[in-house]
């Protein structure tokens, strides 16, 4: 059974700090992951897809990296802002059927 | 953009009566999904739906749970019978297709509550 564990589960950072946020899964036999940003109360929006047969995604000061051999994938936040304060899901896709997998998440807090 | 929507953001219910959520897929997305989160923890799959039949099913999804996508362009899912534990967030999301490349897009999810 896929699990998907995401440490730590908070995290405070001043403004302008570059971040790393971690991921890991325990069955390699995925077809993408996808990280997620979930404001308090609200949906999930997604902020980068890596395939399997992909290394990495870039979407503006964000940068996703994904080695599956190890089942881990690094979500990188450059120069972060308040605005950037969220938790931030990590979620594998397995099966014909692509359901997702989630992680529980980390929540961020940017201080100004 | 298109987005998924969901209807309605808040539903309250009695134990023990039923209830049907509601959502609007991205108009030509074929593939269907409803998940769960339960205040503070995960986010949990409850069902794929694909080709007006369902591909898969969590152990969550029993007898009580259905889902059904009506008018080709409404999903539903239906609790039967509601229970306390049934208190949650729940979440639509609809993709183009059901692998590698496809991203999953979520509604904003209605949350249910149970008294």
């Known amino acids: 059974k896929q699990e998907v564990t995401q440490i730590p589960a908070a995290l405070s950072v001043p403004e302008g700090e570059n971040l790393v946020l971690n991921c890991s899964f325990t069955?390699?036999?995925?077809?993408?992951l996808q990280w997620f940003r979930q404001d308090p109360g609200k949906g999930l929006t997604s902020l980068l897809l890596i395939q399997s047969s992909q290394r990495e995604q870039t979407s503006g000061r964000l940068n996703a990296s994904l080695d599956k051999s190890s089942g881990r994938s690094t979500l990188y936040i450059a120069a972060s802002q308040p605005g950037d304060s969220a938790t931030y899901l990590c979620?594998?896709?397995?099966?014909?059927?692509?359901?997702?997998?989630f992680g529980k998440g980390i929540t961020l807090s940017v201080r100004p | 953009e298109p987005e998924v929507t969901q209807t309605p953001s808040h539903q309250v219910t009695q134990m023990g009566q039923e209830v049907i959520l509601r959502c609007v897929p991205i108009s030509n997305h074929l593939y269907f999904y409803w998940y769960r989160q339960i205040l503070g923890q995960k986010v949990e799959f409850l069902v794929s739906?694909?080709?007006?039949?369902?591909?898969?099913k969590s152990e969550i999804f029993d007898d009580q749970f259905s889902v059904e996508r009506p008018d080709g362009s409404n999903f539903t899912l239906k609790i039967r019978s509601t229970k306390l534990e049934d208190s949650a967030m729940y979440f639509c999301a609809s993709a183009l297709g059901p692998g590698a490349a496809y991203e999953q897009y979520f509604g904003p999810g209605t949350r249910l509550t149970v008294t």
């Open positions: 979620a594998v896709l397995t099966g014909a059927n692509s359901k997702l997998t």
């Open positions: 739906f694909y080709n007006n039949e369902i591909s898969e």
């Open positions: 069955d390699s036999a995925i077809y993408n």
